[in-house]
């Protein structure tokens, strides 16, 4: 809501100070009670100068240019008071004088530091990442559009309260086709990057205050799903009718022992595989979400799938290691293994990888660091999150201990 506010303009000339009866003339601002003096840099004869009207006296040419030079700077003044009293925005004088002096700062709206990240990332992040980007994006424009009426705000008006705000937001936000509101950590996801936008232009000075100073982002910690030894060898030793379905299970398995993610997997060639510091097999390659070297030993029955599918049609014409689908499609054929094998977990591709890292190397004694280095992960911590099936590891290892004790 725009509060009334106070506004003069007052032409004044400093008579104590004049030489040769001329003397400096000047434009004072009044706005709310603070007040500022500009030098118009023009002199005036003291003796034409009439203080009540603000103008000068007489019918001169040197008079009458004057005035009409003073009533166009009230003219202009006044429209851009009006301009800027007009935006809903905290008015002061020292911001009407430097408009008026053409030294106020460009002023960016919120649309121009979303397309000066588009533009900037496109080459740096992944396209699926800035996909990521441009979805919380238009949640963010949304938000604006239903908080406060308008397609676009200027950056200086971000506050905290604008952050709390689009986390309200985000958490009653309700889909269409009736799908569940968004949870904690992909509501967080969103204000995060928002954050990163909101940084960004502060590092570059469109923006006085990091209106993120005071929030803090609260990720809740979840177990990651993963498949069990058991449960591993179960969809291991399943053979189907469908070649389809054999196909995503060995490539599933693939990923089980490599912990090579998707999106990695379907642009690995055989020109990945190379011979290691050990004399054997390595797969070698960057990860495509964060450019990260990764190079992973072999295991064989990840040689295994390799070999049986060398010759596979789709491998031949694509030039790729194993035959490429849809993510989309494989998480689909998945949820049909997952029936017909009976485990009732939500069992996606990437549930592959969390096997690797647990059930594969950390249960078997593999170091943390190594595996942190196997997965292409840049920070310790990522792993660590995985840490836990250690834990639950001794947890069951004590509990036989426990019985083989009460028998005896």
């Not at 998480?331 to 293994?337: D, F, G, P």
């Not at 911590?381 to 834990?391: D, S």
Request: hydrophobic residues 35%.
């Amino acid at each position: 809501m725009r509060t009334s506010s106070t506004f003069s303009i007052l032409f004044w000339i400093y008579a104590s100070r004049a030489v040769n009866n001329q003397t400096g003339l000047y434009l004072r601002l009044t706005l709310n009670g603070q007040r500022v003096n500009i030098s118009l840099k023009r002199k005036v004869c003291v003796d034409t100068w009439n203080s009540k009207t603000q103008r000068a006296n007489g019918s001169s040419k040197v008079s009458k240019n004057l005035n009409i030079y003073l009533n166009n700077i009230q003219s202009d003044i006044y429209k851009l008071y009006e301009e800027l009293h007009s935006k809903e925005t905290l008015l002061d004088v020292q911001t009407l004088k430097a408009h008026f002096l053409g030294e106020a700062k460009k002023r960016f709206s919120f649309r121009e530091i979303i397309n000066y990240h588009n533009e900037k990332m496109q080459h740096k992040l992944h396209k699926n990442t800035l996909g990521h980007y441009k979805t919380s994006q238009r949640y963010m424009l949304s938000y604006i559009l239903s908080e406060y009426g308008k397609s676009d705000v200027e950056l200086s008006d971000l506050s905290f309260e604008f952050v709390i705000g689009f986390e309200s937001y985000l958490r009653s936000y309700i889909p269409e086709g009736g799908l569940k509101t968004m949870g904690n950590n992909t509501a967080m996801k969103h204000i995060k990057r928002l954050k990163r936008m909101v940084t960004l232009a502060y590092r570059m000075g469109w923006i006085n205050r990091d209106p993120f100073a005071n929030y803090q982002i609260k990720i809740e910690k979840k177990e990651r799903e993963f498949l069990s030894k058991e449960e591993l060898k179960n969809i291991e030793s399943l053979h189907f009718n469908v070649e389809r379905l054999n196909v995503v299970r060995d490539i599933f398995i693939f990923s089980c022992y490599t912990g090579i993610s998707y999106s990695d997997i379907i642009n690995l060639k055989f020109s990945n595989i190379t011979i290691g510091i050990d004399n054997k097999y390595w797969i070698m390659a960057e990860r495509v979400k964060t450019g990260t070297p990764f190079k992973i030993p072999l295991l064989p029955k990840a040689s295994l799938i390799i070999e049986k599918y060398s010759e596979h049609p789709k491998v031949i014409y694509s030039g790729s290691l194993l035959p490429k689908l849809s993510n989309q499609k494989l998480n689909s054929y998945l949820k049909e293994i997952a029936d017909l094998s009976g485990i009732a977990k939500n069992l996606t591709f990437h549930m592959a990888r969390h096997t690797f890292a647990t059930t594969v190397t950390l249960s078997n004694g593999v170091p943390i660091e190594t595996v942190s280095k196997l997965l292409g992960h840049t920070r310790l911590a990522t792993t660590q999150i995985y840490a836990r099936v250690v834990e639950r590891k001794v947890s069951d290892d004590m509990n036989l201990l426990r019985q083989k004790l009460n028998t005896i």
